[in-house]
């Protein structure tokens, strides 16, 4: 196990969004807290630090993590993805347009972390993987819309993409 | 066609889809900032005997640290709208009050930084007796959390309309009832906010926060910095993550943070972590309810009588004691109860001050009446649908004054309760549920709620806190005002300013929606600026999000706004056309004379203010920059008969809800719920709906699973979201319908009311009253956890 003398600074290599990003860090940085403030990609929210809320998730390798569970010096070579990453992709215009059409959003305080699960979640359903859409979603709260709206959001890109599951 | 009344979806939705969105946590406005943190008192009612804080130099990246008695340099105690009111500073001065209040503000070059320096600090405490319950509070005080207050109570008044002993002595039935309304809270995902900056050579403060209003708070704060009004710049960001009422409370922390920039000489931020916001935000307030009405044997409603204990908190702080009265006007709801008797009593206990969240007033209010409603029919052998029906107000009444003095403006209550029992199959699910007992562990159950939805308070309604006495020797409060600009710039291009600071209701869009049709250009040519600045925004004391009041008074003043400018351009057009105004139109952002259209355009006539001001004719001023206030009719101050029309117009909803209650585990499912509103005109059916939908997850959570529990020392047993549980997705009704009625607001032009929090007021009675039809009990507190469940069970079979 590595130690680190307090208030020790380490260096860090971070594959954010296809950038590698350098910095000098404190070990007990959050990833939550590096991405905001570090790289300043504050769509990223932060909403409770103990990994209840899933505002802060982003994907880890493809999979979605929180970001308030987790320490930036622990990332290694992993590919981290963030709400600003996933809006580069092709795709995502229809994405945006289906929350959008289908109000599944309100204050959009917990939208990206519940956009970064559902964009990955959706990924799998049209790899013909079953999904448990309750599962998902109750990785995430939100306050605003009682869910009504993502659910159809939901259902939306899936009719559009051929996914395997109802939402 | 009109946009007005369209599913249009938000323009504010890309850039908070695309993590675009500008919060509080985003912003760094000005160089230099340093970040706070606060240090909070682990007791719930302690003396402080010292705070040692000598070794914070040990602390690398610390800039300063304040304690409460550094604050009685530059600060005053907060006002509060009470005849005796109690010291309150946003943080303590000798004596602790609450678990989480704040002792010792750090602040330094991070947060993470601050946090450790908190480590260092030393406070050495000596605890007193905790007052935690309410009716012990006042009645056997067992100590004063005030010197002017030894029973603990901040407000005490009592109201008499009609005859009520006289009704209640010769009623046939009379049903008498406690009723205990949980503490709960919002829990936006966003918590508080606050960046503060006090520029040394000007004595100027400015400070951004994600708060919303009431604006009368500015107010409230600039006597707490003891600053003229114009001296203290108040900024919301852009976004603003949730609210629900509760970040109206976040007001104590701007002045905190507005000292501590003066005491400390720098800009500082705090953005509050959950712990911090559970235990010391803000919260409803707690009710204990003593309920006795009067029936006739056929079931007519005759009186009413309610003693009401609310739970306040530590120090009663502005806007309260408002819950207390936001529903005063509508305290007999959808019947036409004309003898009322009203007792109500603020009560100051060992918990954090209490204040707006969604709902404010009115879940405390309907979870007791409408719990009433179904006991009576019970007593009556009535059907609880009938018994109400036989009671609401009549169509005809309208505009119907209530015994309290609310004026409810329109409605068509009979239709709205007949579309909610046909569209949730009442008649037929009753019959399936009677079949089915004894069968099994599951009972079904089916319940109604009736409630008459308030929105845009009038500013006076607070004011019956004090006796009429005492308020003759005020100046008299009253009004429901909202303030609008639409400007137009050279090139044409149209900005609107409006004064909702809203977070997430959608108003950017509405807006662009009111001013589209008025000046029949594209919404795309619109933008709207939702973020406020108390400095340039034109803006007045009712301004902000609260009391459902966009629809009814933001709306009307974006459209007002919109008008002027309207009339203005239609006046210059004239001129240059050498005909009468009135011949003319606007259709497709050009006039139109009797002739067809013109080549005179929105963007060509305003161009003529900016670029040639010689050739306008007498009258039409240059530029087009015109600003509407607008006023609601009907909301006067209090009479001298303390009768009150608190709120500018009334919707109205029917909710009807389905249950499955396994009498085992206590486990309740919603199995289906449906609810019809009547909002008036819908300015926005998606928006509308959404804001309906969540209003019913809030009311669900919190008929359900929310509470701010306490053990009896005062500490805060759910602090965590794991404790402390708000509905996910899986705890959603199996079937939820929403369904809507549109009887206009007469008074307004636009003639929409409010309806984001009707279903917060509805739902813990129709899933109580749905969970006692289901169990053959009568539920009287919330949240029904599985405990009150099985418990309940058990004692109506003798075993509890």
């Known amino acids: 196990m590595t130690r680190y003398a307090k208030d020790q600074r380490v260096p860090v290599t971070l594959a954010v969004n296809g950038h590698e990003y350098r910095r000098w860090i404190e070990p007990r940085l959050l990833l939550s807290d590096f991405l905001r403030d570090e790289l300043g990609l504050t769509g990223t929210h932060v909403g409770c630090e103990h990994g209840v809320c899933g505002a802060c998730t982003i994907l880890f390798n493809g999979a979605p993590v929180r970001s308030c569970l987790k320490l930036a010096i622990d990332v290694g070579d992993g590919q981290i993805t963030t709400i600003e990453g996933l809006v580069k992709d092709d795709e995502f215009d229809a994405f945006r347009q289906a929350f959008s059409q289908n109000h599944a959003l309100q204050c959009g305080f917990c939208t990206p972390g519940v956009v970064v699960s559902v964009w990955e979640a959706l990924k799998r359903a049209s790899d013909s993987e079953s999904v448990d859409w309750n599962d998902v979603l109750s990785g995430h709260l939100c306050r605003c819309t009682g869910y009504v709206g993502i659910r159809r959001a939901i259902m939306a890109l899936q009719a559009k993409g051929g996914g395997k599951t109802e939402a | ?800």
């Open chain 2, 1 to 800: 066609m009109s946009l007005l009344g369209q599913s249009i979806p938000r323009f504010e939705d890309g850039r908070l889809i695309n993590g675009q969105g500008q919060f509080i946590a985003d912003l760094m406005p000005v160089p230099g900032i340093k970040h706070v943190a606060i240090l909070r008192s682990p007791h719930a009612h302690a003396r402080i005997r010292r705070i040692d804080t000598s070794r914070l130099g040990t602390v690398p990246g610390v800039t300063g640290v304040i304690t409460g008695r550094d604050l009685l340099a530059v600060l005053a105690p907060f006002p509060v709208g009470v005849p005796q009111p109690v010291t309150y500073y946003p943080m303590a001065i000798d004596r602790v009050r609450y678990v989480g209040e704040p002792v010792v503000v750090v602040a330094a070059d991070s947060r993470y930084a601050a946090e450790d320096a908190l480590d260092v600090v030393e406070v050495d405490y000596d605890p007193l007796p905790v007052v935690s319950d309410i009716e012990t509070a006042c009645q056997m005080p067992p100590v004063a959390l005030h010197e002017n207050a030894p029973d603990n109570v901040a407000n005490h008044r009592e109201f008499t309309y009609g005859d009520p002993k006289t009704a209640l002595n010769h009623a046939d039935v009379l049903i008498q009832e406690r009723f205990v309304y949980p503490r709960n809270t919002a829990v936006p995902i966003e918590t508080y906010g606050v960046v503060a900056y006090y520029e040394r050579s000007s004595g100027d403060y400015t400070v951004w926060a994600n708060f919303h209003g009431p604006f009368t708070l500015h107010s409230v704060m600039a006597h707490a910095l003891k600053v003229s009004t114009q001296k203290l710049r108040i900024k919301t960001p852009q976004d603003i993550g949730g609210s629900y009422g509760v970040k109206s409370a976040v007001y104590p922390y701007m002045v905190l943070l507005a000292a501590t920039s003066r005491l400390l000489g720098c800009p500082v931020k705090w953005i509050e972590d959950r712990l911090e916001h559970m235990k010391a935000s803000s919260s409803a307030s707690a009710r204990i309810s003593y309920v006795t009405a009067g029936f006739s044997r056929d079931g007519r409603f005759q009186a009413l009588h309610i003693k009401q204990y609310d739970d306040v908190g530590a120090y009663i702080r502005a806007p309260e004691p408002a819950t207390l009265y936001r529903v005063h006007g509508n305290l007999t709801g959808a019947y036409d109860v004309r003898h009322v008797h009203l007792e109500n009593y603020a009560v100051m206990t060992n918990r954090v001050p209490t204040g707006l969240v969604r709902g404010y007033g009115g879940p405390q209010l309907y979870f007791p009446l409408e719990r009433i409603m179904d006991i009576a029919a019970r007593r009556l052998k009535m059907d609880p649908a009938a018994l109400r029906r036989a009671n609401v107000i009549q169509p005809d009444q309208f505009p119907y004054r209530t015994a309290s003095g609310g004026i409810y403006d329109s409605g068509d209550y009979p239709s709205v309760l007949n579309t909610a029992l046909q569209a949730s199959g009442y008649e037929a699910f009753r019959e399936k549920a009677r079949n089915l007992q004894d069968s099994g562990p599951v009972r079904l159950g089916i319940g109604i709620a009736v409630v008459v939805e308030p929105s845009g308070s009038n500013m006076g309604y607070v004011t019956i806190a004090y006796t009429p006495e005492e308020r003759a020797r005020q100046l008299p409060k009253s009004g429901a005002v909202s303030a609008a600009t639409v400007a137009i710039d050279a090139l044409g291009g149209i900005t609107v300013q409006i004064d909702s600071a809203p977070e997430g209701q959608g108003h950017e869009t509405v807006v662009r929606q009111i001013v589209a049709d008025v000046l029949t250009v594209p919404m795309a040519s619109i933008r709207v600026i939702a973020e406020m600045d108390t400095a340039i925004t034109p803006w007045t004391i009712s301004s902000g999000s609260y009391s459902s009041r966009f629809a009814a008074a933001g709306a009307n003043a974006v459209f007002s706004a919109a008008q002027k400018v309207k009339t203005k351009l239609l006046a210059l057009a004239a001129q240059q056309l050498g005909v009468d105004c009135k011949t003319l139109r606007f259709e497709e952002g050009r006039v139109w004379g009797a002739q067809g259209a013109t080549d005179l355009t929105v963007k060509r006539l305003a161009g003529l203010t900016h670029w040639n001001p010689s050739d306008l004719p007498a009258g039409i001023s240059p530029g087009v920059y015109e600003t509407s206030y607008f006023s609601l009719p009907n909301v006067d101050p209090p009479t001298t008969e303390d009768l009150i029309n608190s709120s500018a117009t009334y919707g109205f909803l029917v909710d009807v809800a389905k249950v499955a209650v396994n009498t085992e585990t206590g486990k309740i499912t919603v199995l289906d719920y449906v609810t019809v509103h009547d909002a008036g005109r819908l300015l926005n059916p998606l928006l509308a709906d959404g804001q309906i939908h969540g209003g019913v997850a809030f009311g669900l959570g919190s008929a359900l699973y929310e509470e701010l529990r306490y053990d009896e020392e005062g500490q805060l047993l759910t602090g965590s979201l794991m404790d402390y549980l708000v509905p996910t997705a899986s705890e959603m009704p199996e079937s939820l319908t929403v369904l809507h009625h549109h009887t206009t607001a007469p008074g307004t032009p636009l003639g929409a009311k409010g309806l984001g929090e009707g279903n917060v007021m509805s739902a813990g009675a129709a899933i109580a009253n749905a969970v006692s039809d289901a169990l053959g009990v009568e539920i009287c507190s919330l949240p029904l956890s599985p405990r009150t469940v099985t418990e309940s069970v058990m004692k109506k079979e003798g075993r509890g």
